[in-house]
Nanobody, 121 residues
Framework: EVQLVESGGGLVQAGGSLRLSCAASGSTFDAYTIGWFRQAPGAERKGVSCIASSDGSTIYASSVKGRFTASSDNAKNTVYLQMNSLKPEDTAVYYC??????????????WGQGTQVTVSS
């Protein structure tokens, strides 16, 4: 079983930056597709970014493309989501998750507990 722990959330003004971290234990990220998701109050959870295990390619939701960057550090068994030029509409609980599917947006098997990101205007 994989345990995922997110950190790095907080309160930031619009235009600011945050870097979220997701540390894994119980397994390494190598065999997994890694996704970042977010859920705003009253809204469905949506995919933000994904690093596909099939080829290492990274995709982003259109709403964050050009502002967010996902990366991984295999030595630390940690993945990151660098979020720049934050907007109030980025306010949400952010989750990392891993999937045994080789492509993005399949079924995710393990989830972190989430970290709150709040962007003030």
């Amino acid at each position: 079983e994989v345990q995922l722990v997110e950190s790095g959330g907080g309160l930031v003004q619009a235009g600011g930056s945050l870097r979220l971290s997701c540390a894994a234990s119980g397994s390494t990220f190598d065999a997994y597709t890694i996704g970042w998701f977010r859920q705003a109050p009253g809204a469905e959870r949506k995919g933000v970014s994904c690093i596909a295990s099939s080829d290492g390619s990274t995709i982003y939701a259109s709403s964050v493309k050009g502002r967010f960057t996902a990366s991984s550090d295999n030595a630390k068994n940690t993945v990151y989501l660098q979020m720049n030029s934050l907007k109030p509409e980025d306010t949400a609980v952010y989750y990392c998750a891993v999937s045994l599917d080789s492509a993005c947006w399949g079924t995710y098997d393990y989830w972190g507990q989430g970290t709150q990101v709040t962007v003030s205007s």
